[in-house]
């Protein structure tokens, strides 16, 4: 059976109908395509939008732990200024302590240096009376000596008158002599004592001068100590000039420039060495020239040596032995300087300078001196 004859008229119909349904399904793919588009990008826009959110939520989790950190900071910051500020109070509080201490110090400062200007003044005024004491009984016993040395040439002349005694003769057993010099007097004065002459004198004695002997000395005359005649020097002439042109100086003494020099050699305190030159007929050694300096420093204990010059009296004003005035010295540099405790003697150095020390040091040298004799 023959399948149905179609109309050429109806062909155009059809493929119009097939065009239009093709058109139709474009479109429909068209649109399809264009809803995935808007799709794939509204979940591109919810992913964007999600990430955005997740990093906000980070972001606000990170800011909140950052505000938590520096309000931490903050609160230990305002305690540390806290603490800052409590102990700068204590340091201010300890600075005014410090402060009123150091008031206290310099007021006990004060009060100490007042009371030792008034220790030194009392010191002072205590060693000016002694002084003053030792002084007058000093120039008491040189007037004494004097009256017995006047009295002991005049006897001595009034013998070599008198028939029956031979001049020379060695006087009477109770005539006194004149007692040693203490350690502070001048040892000049006992320098025309005799050989001859007696060698103690009793407390107390008393010489009568016989009623034949022409003689204007007073009868009697009081000794008020016992004292010897130091044996170690060589007597004097009574007719010498000493220090003129004689140069004869007695045993174990050197002689230069008409003085002689005695050069000690036991450990001894300034007042000792002052005491052992009196008993020599001497005193401690004064010096006033260059040439004396350098033959005192070429004999002179290198350990040291006491001279004859001292401030006791007044300090910084030097005095020598002889009493004259201070016109050469040798001062090591920086002296003298009144160190320590008290310098008030002077000592030659081994290198032959000066130096002011402590008059209670023992030094191993002293020097004394005494006008050679003919």
């Avoid at 732990?65 to 910051?77: A, C, G, I, Q, T």
């Avoid at 008020?224 to 130091?230: F, G």
């Avoid at 020239?289 to 350098?294: C, H, K, L, T």
Wanted: aromatic content about 6%; proline content about 7%; hydrophobic content about 35%.
């Amino acid at each position: 059976m023959n399948p149905p004859s179609q109309d050429p008229a109806e062909f155009p119909k059809f493929s119009r109908r097939r065009r239009c349904c093709g058109q139709r399904m474009q479109l429909a793919l068209l649109g399809l395509a264009t809803v995935l588009l808007w799709a794939g990008l509204l979940t591109l826009l919810l992913f964007w939008h999600w990430d955005t959110v997740q990093n906000l939520r980070q972001l606000e989790v990170t800011a909140a732990r950052n505000v938590s950190r520096v309000s931490k900071d903050l609160e230990r910051h305002n305690g540390d200024q806290m603490a800052q500020k409590s102990q700068a109070a204590r340091v201010s509080q300890n600075m005014e302590e410090i402060r009123a201490e150091q008031e206290r110090m310099k007021a006990q400062d004060s009060e100490l240096s007042r009371n030792l200007d008034g220790l030194r003044l009392d010191l002072s005024n205590l060693k000016s009376l002694n002084l003053n004491e030792r002084h007058t009984a000093l120039r008491s016993l040189e007037r004494l000596q004097q009256e017995v040395l006047k009295l002991w040439i005049e006897l001595h002349t009034s013998n070599a008158r008198t028939p029956g005694v031979t001049p020379g003769e060695t006087l009477p057993p109770i005539l006194p002599i004149i007692p040693t010099v203490p350690a502070m007097a001048p040892a000049t004065t006992l320098t025309t004592v005799p050989a001859t002459a007696p060698t103690t004198v009793p407390v107390t004695a008393t010489t009568t001068v016989p009623a034949t002997t022409p003689t204007t000395a007073p009868a009697t005359v009081p000794t008020t100590a016992s004292a010897t005649v130091p044996t170690t020097a060589a007597p004097l002439s009574l007719s010498s000039t000493p220090g003129s042109t004689c140069n004869t100086c007695p045993e174990k003494w050197v002689s230069f420039q008409r003085k002689c020099y005695y050069f000690g050699a036991e450990p001894k305190r300034w007042i000792q060495a002052r005491f052992a030159c009196s008993k020599l007929q001497g005193q401690l050694v004064s010096i006033h020239s260059q040439e004396e300096q350098d033959f005192l420093a070429r004999h002179a204990n290198r350990k040291g040596t006491w001279i004859g010059l001292r401030d006791l009296d007044r300090e910084g004003e030097f005095i020598w032995m002889d009493k004259e005035p201070l016109n050469y010295s040798n001062w090591r540099l920086g002296e003298p300087n009144n160190g320590g405790q008290g310098e008030d003697c002077v000592m030659m150095q081994g290198s032959g300078q000066w130096n002011d020390a402590f008059c209670g040091s023992r030094l191993d040298g002293w020097v004394c001196d005494r006008l050679a004799t003919c």
